[in-house]
């Protein structure tokens, strides 16, 4: 079955940086793109950008453009998301999550994973 | 940057009641938009897509409807699993905004 698979919880100082993978499974990974999605705790959701794994074509919102880098490693089917400059307001649950592209949503989400930034 | 306002906030259903979500666009985002439903520790999970198309797997009793900045989820039938956090979605333009929610809870 198509899955998307995340790294485990981290827990990291203010400045530093954190890298979240996102395994998939199930699927031609190169077919369609992946988009982040975060939620601090108690809020909703905040779109953080997509990639085309096809061509590796990014899309980021404003707020975070120079703090996020989105990659993937089509060889191992892994999509990667790395926030650098942590703050404490970056702390939240981060999800990946299949983008079938426009018209069609975000149709397959990983487990998530839990960035808790703290001195 | 298109700004999702989802109405209300909260909404208190009896089971077997039906419900009804709003959420509007700040400008024009045509059919492209999405419903998610979000329980309590779980990710959330696609319902509809191109504003009124369920997604796989998803029961009859959820359907949507609108175009352009109106449109509606509504839960024919409220069962005790559909308690949950409702987010609208549109992906017309880039960023993709989310709205901030509806949370549906047992009256």
């Known amino acids: 079955q198509v899955q998307l698979v995340q790294s485990g919880a981290e827990v990291k100082e203010p400045g530093a940086s954190v890298k979240v993978s996102c395994k998939a499974s199930?699927?031609?990974?190169?077919?369609?793109?992946i988009s982040w999605v975060r939620q601090a705790p108690g809020q909703g959701l905040r779109w953080m950008g997509w990639?085309?794994?096809?061509?590796?074509?990014?899309k980021y919102p404003q707020n975070l453009q120079g703090r996020v880098t989105m990659t993937t490693d089509t060889s191992t089917s892994t999509a990667y998301m790395e926030l650098r400059s942590l703050r404490s307001d970056d702390t939240a649950d981060y999800y990946c999550?299949?983008?079938?592209?426009?018209?069609?949503?975000?149709?397959?989400w990983g487990q998530g994973t839990t960035v808790t930034v703290s001195s | 940057e298109i700004v999702m306002t989802q109405s209300p906030a909260t909404l208190s259903v009896s089971p077997g009641e039906r419900a009804t979500l709003s959420c509007r666009a700040s400008?024009?985002?045509?059919?492209?938009l999405g419903w998610y439903q979000q329980k309590p520790g779980q990710a959330p999970r696609l319902l509809i897509y191109?504003?009124?198309t369920r997604a796989t797997g998803i029961p009859a009793r959820f359907s949507g409807s609108g175009s352009g900045t109106e449109f509606t989820l509504t839960i024919s039938s409220l069962q005790s699993e559909d308690f949950a956090v409702y987010y609208c979605?549109?992906?017309?333009?880039?960023?993709?905004?989310f709205g901030g929610g509806t949370k549906v809870e047992i009256k």
């Open positions: 999550a299949r983008d079938l592209g426009p018209s069609e949503g975000l149709d397959v």
């Open positions: 199930g699927y031609t990974f190169t077919t369609y793109g």
């Open positions: 990639i085309s794994v096809f061509n590796g074509n990014t």
């Open positions: 400008q024009s985002v045509s059919s492209n």
């Open positions: 191109g504003a009124s």
């Open positions: 979605q549109q992906y017309h333009n880039w960023p993709r905004t």
